[in-house]
């Protein structure tokens, strides 16, 4: 039975900015019809669940910001564990919460214009209007990337991760397309063997699936820790280093609001925009001081920076170019996720 919610962003928000910035996001593999219409399948939060969206936003009236609707069917996880089998669906409320996470309109974002008074920041509002950070569907499925991409490619990275969706995971059908959804952690914890991946990353991916399922990944949770102590717990799990708990943090649980001590891009990023060389452009220390100019939105700034100093670098992509469609974070630095 197919559902309906609508999320009223408080900011500013570009839905077709989202979709510019996933096209040109490795892990989400995103290549669909460029119809204005954002298409997700993921794993509920609620770890048994799959949820086929189609995402559209309305016109704004008066140059404001049009509401985002979502339709949206939730499937029972398939092939279902027996434990599984009788848990209730996510309700209307948990997919409307989780929907609002991943685009990042969970977030006030009424503040976020008056960060503009630093000329840094005003350019990147100018460049990119709208652009909110696009978040993995969850902490668990942003985790089991790290560690899939540990010490390989981002690019064969991406492929492993659509192989386990296709092959283990949830097909659904979307506004005319089918997509694959990520195994639940319920069913990721009894594949025993991904052509690619070694034994290691194996069970590193069941440790992560047990962790979901033990409510250690839950976004709301790890949100609500302070930084310092959600980031210590994710390097607690196999797997996630100091790198990959970050990513984990901001881009899986969507935290509006940490500066990122273990990723050398967005500190070279820093450093070129705010002409910082020698020494000062390699003092992290430093660098979140200028970061905490940015509170209480140093991630969305962060990754604005990524967006603009991937572009110099980033290949052709389809449908035009322009800002927004740079390779953000091309993430081969997901390789430097620390071994556990």
């Known amino acids: 039975m197919t559902a309906a919610v609508s999320l009223v962003p408080a900011g500013l928000f570009s839905l077709a900015s989202g979709i510019r910035f996933l096209e040109c996001f490795t892990p989400a593999g995103y290549d669909h019809a460029a119809d204005g219409i954002l298409r997700l399948a993921f794993p509920a939060d609620d770890s048994t669940s799959v949820v086929a969206a189609a995402v559209r936003q309305e016109a704004g009236t008066g140059g404001g910001t049009g509401t985002v609707r979502a339709e949206f069917t939730v499937h029972p996880a398939a092939p279902a564990p027996a434990e599984a089998a009788t848990a209730e669906a996510a309700d209307d409320e948990a997919v409307r919460a989780q929907l609002a996470r991943i685009l990042s309109l969970d977030v006030d974002g009424t503040g976020f214009p008056a960060l503009a008074a630093d000329p840094v920041v005003a350019g990147l509002m100018a460049d990119y209007p709208g652009l909110r950070p696009v978040c993995f569907y969850s902490p668990y499925e942003a985790a089991a990337w790290a560690v899939i991409g540990n010490r390989i490619r981002v690019a064969q990275a991406a492929v492993f991760k659509a192989r386990i969706a296709r092959r283990h995971g949830q097909g659904v059908h979307i506004a005319g397309q089918t997509l694959y959804a990520f195994p639940t952690p319920a069913v990721l914890r009894t594949i025993t063997h991904v052509p690619g991946l070694t034994d290691i990353k194996i069970q590193r991916l069941h440790a992560l699936a047990e962790a979901a399922l033990d409510g250690q990944l839950d976004a709301a949770r790890l949100r609500a820790l302070p930084s310092d102590y959600a980031l210590a717990e994710l390097r ?42 020698g020494p000062a452009a390699a003092d992290v220390s430093g660098l979140a001081e200028i970061a905490d100019r940015w509170r209480p939105y140093r991630s969305w700034i962060a990754t604005l920076l990524r967006t603009r100093a991937a572009e110099g670098t980033a290949m052709p992509v389809p449908h035009g170019s322009g800002p927004g469609r740079a390779r953000w974070a091309a993430e081969p630095a997901i390789t430097r996720a620390a071994p556990r």
């Open 236 to 277: 607690s799990l196999p797997g996630i280093g100091p790198f990959s708990a970050e990513l984990v943090l901001i881009r899986g649980a969507g935290h509006p609001d940490v500066f990122p001590r273990h990723e050398p891009r967005v500190h070279r990023a820093i450093a070129t925009a705010y002409g910082l060389d």
